[in-house]
C-alpha cells in the first residue's frame, strides 16, 4: 500500500445517512418531503421567509439530535493521527464531523449550527430557532438567515478546495451521488493533477467511472477499514 503525504476527502448524505439524517434527493429534488425550490433557493427564501426558517430550524434540531457513527469516528481518528495534509470537504450542513473528532473539516454548503446577518455579514454558532426574527448580535438588526448555501449560490472556499485538490495524491470521495456539481468534477480535477482516485459509496455512482477504485457497502463499514489501511501504511 502507498504512503500518502497529502489526502483530499469528500463526504456526502451517505456518510450522515448512517445517522438518521436525511438530505436533499437529487432523483426526485425533494429535501424532506420539500421541493428543493422551496427551501434551498434564494427565491424560495424571498417568497416565503417563514417557511424557510421553519424548515432550517427543523434541520437544527435534528442535527442537535443525531450522533455521528462509526465512519465519522474513524475519520476523526484519521485526523488526529495521519501527519500528513488532510482536507475534509464536506457537503453536509451537520457537525458530525467535528463531534467525530475531526478538525481538518471544510463546510463548502455551509452549517446547520451557524447564522449569517445579511445586515452586517457576521456568522454566529446558532442552535435554537431563527424564524422568531431574533436580533444580530454583532449589529442588532433582525436579518438573520440560515448560513446554508442553496443552489444558484456559491459554494464557500472553492479556491482552498481546489489548491488542495491540484496538491492531492490521494483523493476520497464517500457517500456522494456524483451529480451535484462543483463537487462532482472534484474527481477530474485531482486525477488530472495525478491523485490516485477512490471512491466508497452504497451503490455505485453516477461519476463512478472517474475512480480509479471503488467500494461498495455502508460507510460504517468501509470507513473504518479503509482508515486503518491508511495508517498502517
Ligand atoms: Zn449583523
Known amino acids: 500500500m502507498a504512503v500518502y503525504r497529502s489526502i483530499v476527502i469528500l463526504t456526502g448524505a451517505g456518510i450522515s445517512a448512517e445517522s438518521g439524517l436525511r438530505t436533499f434527493r437529487a432523483e426526485d429534488g425533494l429535501w424532506e418531503d420539500h421541493p428543493v425550490e422551496q427551501v434551498a433557493t434564494p427565491e424560495g427564501?424571498?417568497?416565503d421567509p417563514d417557511l424557510v426558517?421553519?424548515?432550517?430550524?427543523e434541520r437544527r434540531a435534528q442535527v442537535l439530535a443525531a450522533e455521528p457513527n462509526a465512519a465519522h469516528q474513524a475519520l476523526g481518528r484519521l485526523d488526529r493521527e495521519f501527519d500528513g495534509d488532510l482536507l475534509l470537504v464536506t457537503q453536509n450542513i451537520d457537525d458530525l464531523h467535528e463531534r467525530g473528532g475531526a478538525e481538518r473539516v471544510l463546510h463548502m454548503h455551509g452549517e446547520a449550527l451557524s447564522a449569517w446577518?445579511?445586515?452586517?455579514?457576521?456568522?454566529?454558532?446558532?442552535?435554537g430557532s431563527l424564524r422568531d426574527g431574533p436580533a444580530c448580535p454583532s449589529c442588532g438588526a433582525v436579518a438573520m438567515r440560515p448560513d446554508i448555501v442553496w443552489f444558484g449560490e456559491m459554494?464557500?472556499?472553492?479556491?482552498?478546495?481546489?489548491?488542495?485538490?491540484?496538491?492531492?495524491d490521494l483523493f476520497v470521495s464517500i457517500?456522494?451521488?456524483?451529480?451535484?456539481?462543483?463537487?462532482?468534477?472534484?474527481?477530474?480535477?485531482?486525477?488530472?493533477?495525478g491523485a490516485?482516485?477512490?471512491?466508497?459509496?452504497?451503490?455505485?455512482?453516477a461519476g463512478s467511472h472517474w475512480f480509479d477504485e471503488t467500494?461498495?457497502?455502508?460507510?460504517?463499514?468501509?470507513?473504518?477499514?479503509?482508515?486503518?489501511?491508511?495508517?498502517?501504511?
Open 45 to 47: 427564501f424571498a417568497r
Open 53 to 57: 426558517q421553519r424548515f432550517y430550524d
Open 117 to 127: 446577518c445579511r445586515a452586517c455579514d457576521a456568522r454566529h454558532p446558532w442552535q
Open 155 to 168: 459554494p464557500y472556499q472553492m479556491e482552498r478546495i481546489f489548491s488542495a485538490l491540484a496538491g492531492a
Open 175 to 193: 457517500g456522494t451521488s456524483g451529480a451535484v456539481y462543483p463537487a462532482a468534477g472534484f474527481v477530474q480535477q485531482a486525477a488530472d493533477h
Open 196 to 205: 490516485r482516485t477512490l471512491e466508497l459509496n452504497l451503490e455505485r455512482s
Open 215 to 233: 467500494r461498495l457497502g455502508a460507510a460504517s463499514e468501509l470507513v473504518p477499514q479503509w482508515v486503518d489501511e491508511v495508517l498502517r501504511a
